[in-house]
């Protein structure tokens, strides 16, 4: 008897791994409210406004433009405002960044390394990332207030002159600075606590018995075992930082008027001059200009990136 | 439920899992697939489950093929090496939770599922662990809830997927007497995975060892140990396992060593491999032997000398004075020794 | 004796350098706390105590009065009844999305499976700042302007979650559902018997965490709410700044009221939600 191979009516396949999954059609359902609700809500959208930025005039209410071309991006890349935003980034990637990882690990590597109380102060360094901005905005409007700021009576117990953090166009970035940092910090610790209970315990046993140092272990042990999870906290801290727009809002709105970003916008960032195009100044186009241009860069970012994890990072 | 295979096959991208496999599995009888790792037992298995398609040839349950047939048209048990049970349900949840997918008029009741949930408990001896969670039972209990879950639908065929290796010494040997007192009771047809020579031999009607994907021998545990198809399964039966010299047979006369040697009737002339059982050896008068090894094990010993320059391994009773260094002189049980073609390995 | 000596010696260090990290960590606490306790001492101060300088650092008698003078200046019952409604209905559809998707994309084989997931990875990194444009025609196109479904309907789909509730998904045994597919049992009843009740705590951190983010948002239901019948505690905290402009304690017993539910929730499920942040990975 000659056996030839059978159509296999089995809707079941097995992959290579050893696991089995099911073919059929009904994924397709499973997937087609969330599909339908990303495509409108999301792809939709990022598409609309690649479009939106290529027109001088744009009546967003009937999705007409006319004149098409890169006038919108000209004024956007000319625009005075839009180069005070990419330098507020700049400076907040560069100072705000490095400081919110960097006490964020000390905090990580504190709380780790005591006994008692550890769920205490875990869960007391956590409490802002649930809070609203908002809220805690408003609190931070009044610290900073040039006469009666508890900020300002601060640093004059060391003898420094009171300054107008919120008013004075020199001193509002460094305002921002400081409330990125303190925002930033509760969610990093909780990255870094998480990184730190992965790492073998038996390790620490090992060091323990040869008796290194609890400080020689946080430097020549810890610190190289936690790299992977400091490398994920700097890059995400990088997308999220250069995404600044709570911060802004919700310390300045309320000063400097018709909702620009502090006096005279010098607190602006480069989100939010996507809002303030679109939602102060109603120019669409230059929003999604300015929103394209952002995009870029954060995927230029995210690639950079990449490149740099595949090179130099080994995940353990 | 009988099961009949022709020529079964199991192609993974180039690598050939299984390899025109055609075999009969009696019914009602506990059948053991043995096998080193990667010689297929696991993927034929799976095959008779229905998990794994099948590249060529075909399945019967009883008259019926069900080469195609979808693994839950096949009624049959399965039992995993990890025992799969559900950790969020309790026992008794998990053994009824089959009968849960019955449809139409099959469909059970709370108290029909809670009777057959309770009958097959009492028959792997856990009626008093059902309301506990998997995590709460040792490893043994927990084969024991996996093999309850598997046959309360009363299925045709039992399939057990190294049901015992995650187990610790002790328990596999109590648990391996549970399997087979299991068996017995319900009388389902069951095939068993294993790579422990002991476990297949201790508790099986039949074994079916395999290699590579083929079958080498299929047959009851005595006879395939003493009646070897070829070298493979003479090496992996045993413990110690067997030994293999190079040997000449002249005139019915097999010459080793110094002139010592034995002779043998129904064996042509020629070059063959000798292979020979450790308790073929006795203490005696016509070898004389040098002590190298000796590894006491209580019940007897292994006692290791040079034989035509390979190591052989004999058991001897532990009584016997052996001492290393010392030379001693043993019999040979020709009965426990088996020629083989030494380039293709078949029984002479 | 020499070795109890030296163990006392050890022990000292040991004591020193505990009461360092304690020092430290309390003074880190206190500064990121400071907000918080400032915000809860000058809800309950005068003007002129929430105002002086040097600092008053205390009322000297609470001022309970600033609550009920602020809970009548603008209706907040009504902005945390919205605000719940609108995370009630986030945090359903968000689950019930994400277990679909997952289950689609970890247990099944589709054609273009890859495209899709790559097209829901892909979503993750599109910046919210750039939808609001389109999604606020579409919301008025849509005549849903100044209603609940505003405001939660463009966050229902998550690739982030989708993705979080696959991995975990995909780290189920295989062995269960092959025993489960022996058994007969149908995709669906697998899914709502075993996964789900087996992974219910990443379904509950991604209700935990979905629940805080639209708790917390401001910026699109800040645009798609113009009435008090809709607006959530964010954006009535917004108008509310207007109007009690320098009244600074207002202000603050404002904004504590808006905290205060959240920091019950949190004292309740902190332990689930730095889990659930600490495990899930990627979320800025």
Redesign the interface.
Known sequence: ?K?T??????????T?DGR?LIKSPMAYVYLLLPMAFLCLFVLFPTVMAGRMAFFQKYNFMKSLGTGFGTNAFEYVLHDKVFWQAAKNTGILMAVALPATVALSLMFALLINAIKRLKGMFQALFFLPYVTSSIAIGAAFQWLFHSEYGYFNWFIGLFGAAPQKWLTDSSCVIWALCIFCIWNGLAYKIVLFLAGLQKIDKEVYKAAKIDGTSPWRTTVKITLPLLAPTTWMVSMMSMIYTAKTYNEVYSLFTSYGGGGSAGPGNNAITLVYYIYYQFYERQKVNYAAAAAIIFLAVILLLTTIQRLVAKKFVQYV | MEITL??LTKK?DSVTAVDHVSLTIPDGKLTGLLGPSGCGKSTLLYML??????????IFFGDKDV????????N???V???Y?L???MTVEENIA??L???HGKDRMNARQKHEAACRVAELVQIQDLMNRKPKQLSGGQQQRVAIA?ALV?QPDVLLLDEPLSNLDARLRMEMRQEVRRIQLESKVTTVFVTHDQEEAMSITDTIVLMKKGVVQQQAPAREIYMNPSNAFVASFLGNPPISFLDAKVAGGQVALDAGQGFSVSGVADGAYSLGIRPEAWVPGHAFHVKVEHVEMRGQDQIVTFKLNGVQVRATLDAEYQANVGETISLDLRTNRCYFFNPETGVRV | MPRIHEKRVIDTKQIVSDIIKYALLTIGALILFFPFLWMLTTSLKTLSEAIATPPVWLPRAPQWVNYAVVWNMKPFMRYIMNTVICCICHVAGVVVFSVLGAYAFSMYSFRFKGFFFTLFMLTMMVPGELLIIQNYITIQKMHLMDTYIAVFLPTLASGFYIYMLREHFMQM?P??F?????????NW?FLW??MV??N?NTIFTIAILSFIGQWNAFLWPELVTRTDATKLVSSGLIAFRSEASSNVQYMMAGSCIVLIPMIVFYAVFNKQIINGVGGGGIKG
């Open positions: 008897m056996n191979p059978k159509k296999r009516k089995s809707r079941l396949v097995e290579e089995l | 022709k020529n993974f489950s229905g998990l794994t398609n099948v590249t060529e040839g075909s080469t195609v047939e979808a693994p839950d048209k096949r049959i048990g399965l995993f090496q990890n799969s559900y950790p969020h939770f089959p849960g997918n019955r879950r639908k | 045994p062995s269960l092959k025993s489960a597919k022996v058994d007969g049992t149908s009843r018997r075993v009740p087996m219910r």
